[in-house]
């Protein structure tokens, strides 16, 4: 295993557990809303293509999860020290 294995490993079990966290909160928060829409709105004909859109949208976040990871981190202090004109800390 290389070094660089060994130190991303605690990287992504911190990332895991911050989406198990996000994900948990999420269905908490918007679980009686889906269920009402399900058993309300959802069964009209003008309302009836909501869980499908629903899906399409899961669908898209979960195939584009990837190329979002892989997006370069930006740090929410940098313009704050560009501001100041500390450019030591500017990304």
């Given at each position: 295993m290389s070094e660089a294995a060994v130190v991303r490993q605690p990287e992504l079990r911190v990332a895991s557990a911050a989406w198990l966290v996000a994900c948990a909160g999420f269905s908490l928060a918007y679980a009686p809303v889906y269920w009402s829409a399900a058993h309300g709105v959802w069964q009209t004909d003008e309302n009836g293509h909501g869980p499908l859109i629903l899906a399409v949208v899961a669908w898209l976040f979960w195939?584009?999860?990837?190329?979002?990871?892989?997006r370069p981190r930006f740090r929410l202090d940098a313009g704050r020290r560009r501001a100041h004109g500390d450019s030591a800390g500017a990304v």
């Open positions: 195939s584009l999860r990837e190329p979002i990871a892989r």
